[in-house]
T-cell receptor, first 116, second 115 residues
Framework: KNQVEQSPQSLIILEGKNCTLQ??????????LRWYKQDTGRGPVSLTI?????NTKSNGRYTATLDADTKQSSLHITASQLSDSASYIC???????????????FGTGTRLKVLA | DTGVSQDPRHKITKRGQNVTFRCDPI?????LYWYRQTLGQGPEFLTY????????KSRLLSDRFSAERPKGSFSTLEIQRTEQGDSAMYLC?????????????FGPGTRLTVL
């Protein structure tokens, strides 16, 4: 069964600290993995996307890693800011050329709270 | 602002009433998706369109739900005889047709509350 699991469910850190969010998946055949940031009451916004051959991708203070062998990804946030408070959702896409059908598998997200 | 708009942003209705939501995607995007998201959960796929054709529907999309994209541009999602369990955020997203790699751009969502 295609699944995406994220940990922790929630996280509280102090402003300026770093944190790492985890994503494990069992989606097959794998196409790509995205991390989205979703502010409360808003739609998700893409942060990074990685394909099978990429193992790291950065977007400002956000750095995502991918280990396709262990089917794990992480999102590292450096020097956190109050505006980083949001839910971070991991989304894995299955390869449509073999499955033939739509497959976007969403994780349940990690809710991050950054305190002053 | 991602360029995807949804209307209304909030809807409160009584159980048993019908509601309709609208999504306007980014103009050059021919794929349009509908998702439902409940509190503390990730979005759940409902259905998607390639131009005006509805190509896949989730089992979550009961007979009370219907979606259309008549001219391959905007889309509507109608829920008939609403139930309290329909209360959720309904998200729309659009992308270019080569799905998988092309990013989905999400709208701000419509928050539905069924009393």
């Amino acid at each position: 069964k295609n699944q995406v699991e994220q940990s922790p469910q929630s996280l509280i850190i102090l402003e300026g600290k770093n944190c790492t969010l985890q994503c494990n998946y069992t989606v097959s055949p794998f196409s790509n993995l995205r991390w989205y940031k979703q502010d409360t009451g808003r739609g998700p916004v893409s942060l990074t996307i990685m394909t099978f051959s990429e193992n790291t991708k950065s977007n400002g203070r956000y750095t995502a890693t991918l280990d396709a062998d262990t089917k794990q990804s992480s999102l590292h946030i450096t020097a956190s800011q109050l505006s980083d408070s949001a839910s971070y959702i991991c989304v894995v896409s299955a390869d449509p050329s073999t499955s033939g059908t739509y497959k976007y598998i969403f994780g349940t997200g990690t809710r991050l709270k950054v305190l002053a | 602002d991602t360029g995807v708009s949804q209307d209304p942003r909030h809807k409160i209705t009584k159980r048993g009433q019908n509601v309709t939501f609208r999504c306007d995607p980014i103009s050059e995007h021919n794929r349009l998706y509908w998702y439902r998201q409940t509190l503390g959960q990730g979005p759940e796929f409902l259905t998607y369109f390639q131009n005006e054709a509805q190509l896949e529907k989730s089992r979550l999309l009961s007979d009370r739900f219907s979606a259309e994209r008549p001219k391959g541009s905007f889309s509507t999602l109608e829920i008939q005889r609403t139930e309290q369990g329909d209360s959720a955020m309904y998200l729309c997203a659009s992308s270019l047709s080569d799905f998988g790699y092309n990013e989905q751009f999400f709208g701000p969502g419509t928050r539905l509350t069924v009393l």
